[in-house]
Structure formats: C-alpha cells, structure tokens
C-alpha cells in the first residue's frame, strides 16, 4: 500500500508562484512513476506532469509547459510541482497519483492506483 499527501496549495495572484508537495509512504517500487492531475469543477481530470520515481522521464502537459517543474526530494520520498507564472485557469484541485499500471502515461488517470486527496490552487486574475 501506498498512501500519498498533497500540501502546498493556496491562493495567489496571476503571475505567482506555488510549490506544491506530494509526501509518499508505504512501499514505493522503483518502477513507478509519480503524476500530479488537477481537476476544476465541472472539467475533467488533467495530468499536468509526470516523472519516473527515481527522477527521469519528464513529460508535461501542452497547458503547463516552460512554467511547471516536477522534482523529486533525495532520498526521502517527497515529490514536487514547482508552478510559475499562475493563470486563472489554473485554478484546480491538484492530486499526486502513482502505482504500477500505466501512471507513467501523462493523463491516463486510471492508470494509477494510489492517489492523494488533493490540495487546492485558487489563481485570481
């Protein structure tokens, strides 16, 4: 089992900065990939970025290029989303999600089996 917590968000102004966290516990395999998704209401869940757990195989969606970084915290099992230059419409809930399926396909959110409850990032314009 793993168990996943989100922290970071906030509400910030257009044109700001967040640095969103996702702590893991439990038995992380080597061969997973950590995704982050956001979910605004009345649209569909989205990955953003997703990184392999030992910190290669980065990919991002269309929407977050050049202004969301993934990283990942040596040796301890903490994951990041560096968000930058903050839109309204990135307003969302984000999620960290991971697990031995297909997480390691950007957006595929059945493809994870473990997931976080989520932080909120509220942007105004």
């Known amino acids: 089992q793993v168990q996943l917590v989100e922290s970071g968000g906030g509400s910030v102004q257009a044109g700001g900065s967040l640095k969103l966290s996702c702590a893991a516990s439990?038995?992380?395999?080597?061969?997973?990939?950590i995704q982050w998704f956001r979910q605004a209401p009345g649209k569909e869940r989205e990955g953003v970025a997703v990184?392999?757990?030992?910190?290669?195989?980065?990919r991002y969606a269309d929407s977050v290029l050049d202004r969301f970084t993934i990283s990942r915290d040596s040796p301890e099992y903490i994951w990041y989303l560096q968000m930058n230059n903050l839109k309204p419409e990135d307003t969302a809930m984000y999620y960290c999600?991971?697990?031995?399926?297909?997480?390691?396909?950007?957006?595929?959110?059945?493809?994870?089996?473990?997931w976080g409850r989520g932080t909120q990032v509220t942007v105004s314009s």
């Open positions: 439990g038995t992380i395999y080597r061969d997973y990939h």
């Open positions: 999600a991971t697990g031995p399926g297909r997480c390691w396909a950007l957006g595929e959110a059945t493809g994870c089996s473990y």
């Open positions: 990184m392999h757990t030992t910190g290669g195989d980065t």
